[in-house]
């Protein structure tokens, strides 16, 4: 049976990133009040029942910070886990087949030529309704050409290798041919660029939730906090870093965390 050890030296990150996910996804539990709680005035400073004090309407930044992770966290997982699976797919397609490959190479080359984040501004301002679902799938149709070419180069070589061959001289479909030999091949490739895609998708949704364009994110995720608190930062500090610090923090823990599983050293 294959098990995989992590270096001592990533548990650190990957302890980290577990406290960080579980918080976000137990916060509202956790959470001493509902989001609309009011603690104090406008920007209240830190302390007595309010640990990070008030934000611009006096509500209580802490209760808010732990009710705010979760809806980033599940979306950014989503168009990382779609992305990275859609990209591995067609990388290992193009690689097995050459002919095939060169329309899908060119047809990425052809979506790299728009940014993801002006794709999602003009279909969120095109079609506001669409909400999560379309930020969702836009994202994973602007994030998917990068990441197949990057597969592609990383399984040109394995789909070389002997035991491709032999597998397709036995007649071996596609399917397995993918999923069975040239995939499990691309371990290290796989967690690497998963962890890759997730900070891009959160800043992908961190960037689409700031502007307010998926209003069905909730009032209270970490981006609307930033961009509600940050004309009172000299008043509380707090209610605008700590958001901000909560995002990088989640996007570098989730893919060093990853990256070190794909690192991490195979035994029997």
Same mark, same amino acid.
């Given at each position: 049976?294959? *098990?995989?050890?992590?270096?001592?030296?990533?548990?650190?990150?990957?302890?980290?990133?577990?406290?960080?996910?579980?918080?976000?996804?137990?916060?509202?539990?956790?959470?001493?009040?509902?989001?609309?709680?009011?603690?104090?005035?406008?920007?209240?400073?830190?302390?007595?029942?309010?640990?990070?004090?008030?934000?611009?309407?006096?509500?209580?930044?802490?209760?808010?910070?732990?009710?705010?992770?979760?809806?980033?966290?599940?979306?950014?997982?989503?168009?990382?886990?779609?992305?990275?699976?859609?990209?591995? #797919?067609?990388?290992?397609?193009?690689?097995?087949?050459?002919?095939?490959?060169?329309?899908?190479?060119?047809?990425?080359?052809?979506?790299?030529? &728009?940014?993801?984040?002006?794709? #999602?501004?003009?279909?969120?301002?095109?079609?506001?309704?669409?909400?999560?679902?379309?930020?969702?799938?836009?994202?994973?149709?602007?994030?998917?050409?990068? *990441?197949?070419?990057?597969?592609?180069?990383?399984?040109?070589?394995?789909?070389?290798?002997?035991?491709?061959?032999?597998?397709?001289?036995?007649?071996?479909?596609?399917?397995?041919?993918?999923?069975?030999?040239?995939?499990?091949?691309?371990?290290?490739?796989?967690?690497?660029?998963?962890? &890759?895609?997730?900070?891009?998708?959160?800043?992908?949704?961190?960037?689409?939730?700031?502007?307010?364009?998926?209003? *069905?994110?909730?009032?209270?995720?970490?981006?609307?906090?930033?961009?509600?608190?940050?004309?009172?930062?000299? &008043?509380?500090?707090?209610?605008?870093?700590?958001?901000? &610090?909560?995002?990088?923090?989640?996007?570098?823990?989730?893919?060093?965390?990853?990256?070190?599983?794909?690192?991490?050293?195979?035994?029997?």
């Amino acid at each position: 049976m294959n *098990t995989v050890t992590v270096p001592r030296k990533l548990w650190p990150a990957l302890i980290a990133a577990a406290v960080i996910v579980a918080v976000a996804a137990v916060g509202p539990v956790l959470a001493p009040h509902s989001v609309d709680h009011a603690v104090g005035i406008t920007f209240a400073e830190p302390g007595g029942a309010a640990w990070l004090g008030g934000d611009r309407l006096g509500r209580d930044v802490l209760s808010r910070l732990l009710h705010g992770g979760w809806g980033l966290l599940l979306v950014s997982a989503t168009i990382a886990a779609l992305v990275t699976g859609s990209a591995a #797919i067609l990388g290992s397609v193009a690689a097995l087949y050459p002919g095939t490959g060169a329309w899908i190479e060119r047809t990425a080359d052809l979506g790299m030529m &728009l940014p993801p984040v002006l794709a #999602i501004l003009l279909f969120m301002l095109s079609w506001p309704d669409s909400g999560v679902v379309g930020l969702i799938a836009v994202a994973v149709v602007a994030g998917t050409p990068y *990441t197949a070419r990057v597969f592609a180069a990383a399984a040109t070589g394995v789909a070389a290798s002997g035991f491709i061959e032999a597998a397709r001289a036995r007649g071996e479909q596609p399917g397995y041919l993918v999923f069975r030999e040239l995939l499990p091949n691309l371990r290290e490739t796989l967690l690497t660029q998963l962890g &890759l895609r997730f900070v891009e998708a959160m800043y992908l949704v961190s960037t689409a939730s700031f502007l307010q364009l998926p209003t *069905t994110l909730g009032e209270a995720n970490w981006a609307v906090m930033v961009r509600e608190n940050a004309p009172g930062i000299l &008043l509380n500090p707090a209610a605008a870093l700590m958001p901000s &610090l909560a995002i990088g923090l989640l996007a570098v823990s989730v893919n060093t965390a990853v990256a070190g599983f794909g690192k991490g050293r195979r035994s029997l």
